[in-house]
């Protein structure tokens, strides 16, 4: 049974998000500050983190950028904050999802299962995929760069993978959306452009001249193989 850690202090939404996921059989634990939170995540050692921004001892994006420092587990923020700049920040600092409140229960919960499937190791392929200087171990899931094992969040790796998957072919962005981040994504343009910002940031010499992400203007991006070599 999957443990999620709620980091929640509206106790109407506290109750509700109880009642979902024993409804739905997961099993999860509760904290409605910060502090505590972090204290829970390294005892309790959760599969997934739900955390809202506004917790009363400090801002939630503190708390995510905390654990993501240690830990690839899927995070999904759920606030009542709708601010585009808070969005990015946040997945900036390492969530993977986000929500806003008034939200669904039944939306929630499938991202929480996208996410949860995102995170199981269901690679069987032995093989590894070369692309310039990047390299891809589908068994150990690392991705490294001139040698040396890349340090990536779990939709980071989803995302270069998938292009390492599909190399000099131009993908549309619901394309993207869809096989990455799940059903349901193929509108979140955000989503898309923050990872691709962070990803050229860490494989790209010069993340303004990619050379690896290739961007489609109006379509989608391409991620190119073969450019070390063209004159």
């Known amino acids: 049974m999957k443990k999620i850690l709620i980091v929640e202090d509206d106790q109407a939404v506290k109750k509700l998000l109880e009642t979902a996921f024993r409804e739905y059989g997961f099993n999860f634990v509760l904290s409605e500050n910060k502090k505590n939170a972090m204290m829970m995540f390294?005892?309790?050692?959760?599969?997934?983190?739900?955390?809202?921004?506004?917790?009363?001892?400090?801002?939630?994006?503190?708390?995510?950028?905390?654990?993501?420092?240690?830990?690839?587990?899927?995070?999904?923020?759920?606030?009542?904050?709708?601010?585009?700049?808070?969005i990015v920040a946040s997945l900036d600092k390492g969530a993977d999802?986000?929500?806003?409140?008034?939200?669904?229960?039944?939306e929630l919960l499938a991202r929480v299962r996208a996410n949860l499937r995102r995170n199981i190791d269901g690679e069987k392929l032995k093989e590894t995929i070369t692309?310039?200087?990047?390299?891809?171990?589908?068994?150990?899931?690392?991705?490294?760069?001139?040698?040396?094992?890349?340090?990536?969040?779990?939709?980071?790796?989803?995302?270069?993978?998938?292009?390492?998957?599909?190399?000099?072919?131009?993908?549309t962005h619901k394309q993207i959306l869809k096989e990455v981040w799940g059903a349901g994504y193929q509108n979140e343009m955000q989503y898309l452009r923050t990872y691709v910002n962070t990803l050229r940031k860490k494989i790209e010499q010069n993340s303004t001249r990619p050379n690896y992400i290739k961007t489609e203007s109006g379509i989608g991006y391409r991620f190119c193989c073969g450019f070390l070599e063209e004159k």
Not at 97 to 106: A, G
Request: proline fraction near 6%; hydrophobic fraction near 35%.
């Open 42 to 86: 390294l005892t309790h050692n959760p599969d997934l983190l739900i955390v809202d921004l506004g917790l009363p001892d400090g801002d939630g994006k503190d708390l995510i950028k905390e654990v993501r420092d240690i830990s690839k587990i899927p995070i999904i923020v759920v606030t009542a904050r709708h601010d585009e700049k808070e």
């Open 97 to 106: 999802d986000y929500i806003t409140k008034p939200f669904s229960v039944n």
């Open 131 to 171: 692309c310039g200087e990047l390299e891809l171990n589908l068994p150990s899931r690392n991705i490294s760069l001139k040698g040396e094992i890349l340090k990536l969040t779990p939709i980071e790796y989803e995302l270069l993978k998938y292009f390492l998957l599909n190399t000099n072919k131009t993908l």
